[in-house]
């Protein structure tokens, strides 16, 4: 079996390490956080993942992974490097290289050391050209040889959601290689089909396009989500129209299918917004126009609002009324807030003059000189202690099990407003005046 190090310890590094470790191959976990690396060596997750401690401890425990400083050491007594530090957006919506560069100095450094024929895959998020245009020259200065002789080098775009990162990752839908010569090819996809034992399809291709696949696919679920967003706005506004029945007639649709139609808040997390940004920048530095995909971004930027804006015309004056949100991460099973819509409605909220409280899971704090003014609740009653208004923002499990009386027995006013579409419609509406996106907002049975 190979040995694999993978240079990053987000959620795609780490989830990349702990599921080849648990198939057997040793791994070695690269980063320069020392924090990290005790974590991990102590067999605790970094950050919030479902099954991510179970993994985390047979895999330390097995021996089959560590996580190191540094990344010599990790390259040189390993056979396949994965590369997934971060991208993170720029001003101008464009993506930062830095990490990835830096990566590939010290990788082709390492390699400049190595007698091996060596595999370098990447699997950072980057814009078409990329791994060809700056990858590949970085690690040949660096290493003094050419990559397809020396070294194999491959781009395979991730595709795991946050918060189902380990299901996904032993679970792809496809797997994308992109390839900068067919050897190199070759070797990934040998790993590939050993990891996946031949059950995964594998598409191979060269490594621009796979770059581009990653922002493609990315572009489409936020079109989807955006689309849903835009057609609740129309349903609430009609007679007797619920959007999520119409999604529901709509996916079965085989061309279409049923899943991220669902409307809500709006989409949120460290990838969707971004990437669906660069590929807007990318276009603009071909001077290409993509309408399309900005309107998908409006819709989405317009969303949150609109769910803040269902309470303030519910409650009139919001001024120093108190309105509960139930979670703050950007979907559920994760503690990450980045671009989450729970911020953007507690802003507007508290821009009216409204007292919001929050309630998530696992997010326990907000830091940053915006929230300061936001509470963080310790419970769900806590939260909703004495409020005029609630707000459904995520959709952990802890929120789907609540019932009406749960809400009135609390709250000084029971007005509830579903923006994940969770509660049951006609048992919500007979007990509390209920809410909710993509639901006519005139509907006879609203008020108890
Ligand atoms: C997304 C993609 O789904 C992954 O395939 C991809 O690998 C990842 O980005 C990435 O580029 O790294 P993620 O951001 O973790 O994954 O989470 P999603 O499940 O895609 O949800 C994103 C946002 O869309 C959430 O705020 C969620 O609440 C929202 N959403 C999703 C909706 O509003 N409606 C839906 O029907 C589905």
Not at 77 to 86: I, L, P, R, Y
Not at 307 to 334: C, E, N, Q, W, Y
Not at 398 to 403: A, D, G, S, Y
Request: hydrophobic share 40%.
């Amino acid at each position: 079996m190979l040995a694999i190090s993978v240079v990053g310890t987000g959620y795609v590094g780490l989830s990349t390490a702990v599921c080849f470790a648990s198939r057997g191959y040793k791994v070695i976990a690269s980063t320069y956080d020392v924090d990290k690396i005790r974590l991990i060596n102590d067999k605790v997750p970094p950050f919030y993942e479902p099954m991510l401690t179970e993994l985390l401890t047979s895999g330390i425990e097995s021996g089959n992974l560590k996580a190191i400083y540094g990344r010599e050491e990790a390259i040189l007594n390993t056979d396949v490097t994965f590369v997934t530090v971060g991208t993170p957006e720029l001003a101008d919506g464009s993506v930062d290289l830095t990490f990835v560069r830096k990566a590939c100095v010290e990788i082709g450094r390492a390699l400049r050391k190595k007698d091996g024929y060596h595999l370098v895959a990447i699997k950072s998020t980057v814009t078409p050209g990329t791994t060809n245009e700056v990858v590949k020259p970085i690690l040949e200065v660096a290493s003094g040889k050419p990559a397809g002789r020396d070294f194999a080098l491959c781009m395979t775009p991730e595709f795991l959601r946050q918060g189902s990162s380990i299901y996904d990752t032993f679970n792809p839908d496809r797997v994308i290689i992109g390839e900068h010569d067919e050897t190199s090819g070759d070797a990934l996809y040998d790993l590939f089909q050993e990891f996946y034992d031949n059950n995964v399809p594998i598409v191979r291709m060269n490594l621009a396009s796979a770059e581009m696949v990653k922002y493609a696919s990315n572009a489409f679920l936020a079109t989807k989500i955006s689309f849903a967003n835009e057609l609740a706005n129309v349903c609430e506004k009609l007679d007797d129209v619920d959007v999520n029945h119409v999604m529901a007639g709509v996916g079965l649709d085989g061309r279409i299918n049923p899943k991220f139609l669902n409307a809500g808040a709006g989409f949120g997390g460290s990838c969707l917004p971004k990437d669906v940004k660069a590929l807007v920048s990318v276009a603009k530095a071909v001077g290409c126009k993509t309408p399309l995909l900005s309107s998908v971004l409006d819709v989405n930027e317009a969303q949150p609002l609109h769910v803040a804006d269902l309470a303030i015309s519910t409650l009139g004056r919001v001024t120093g009324k108190k309105v509960a949100l139930l979670g703050l991460s950007f979907k559920p099973d994760t503690d990450d807030i980045r671009e989450a819509p729970s911020l953007k409605i507690a802003r507007r909220l508290m821009d009216k003059g409204a007292v919001v409280y929050a309630f998530d899971p696992a997010v326990t704090h907000i830091e940053g000189p915006n929230f300061e003014d936001l509470t963080c609740a310790s419970s769900i009653a806590e939260c909703l202690q004495g409020a005029h208004c609630c707000i459904l923002v995520t959709e952990w499990e802890q929120f789907k099990c609540l019932e009406p009386e749960d809400f009135i027995k609390n709250m000084s006013e029971p007005v509830l407003i579903d923006a994940r579409r969770i509660y049951d419609t006609e048992k919500f509406s007979r007990k509390l005046h209920f809410l909710a996106v993509g639901l006519p907002l005139d509907r006879k049975t609203r008020r108890p």
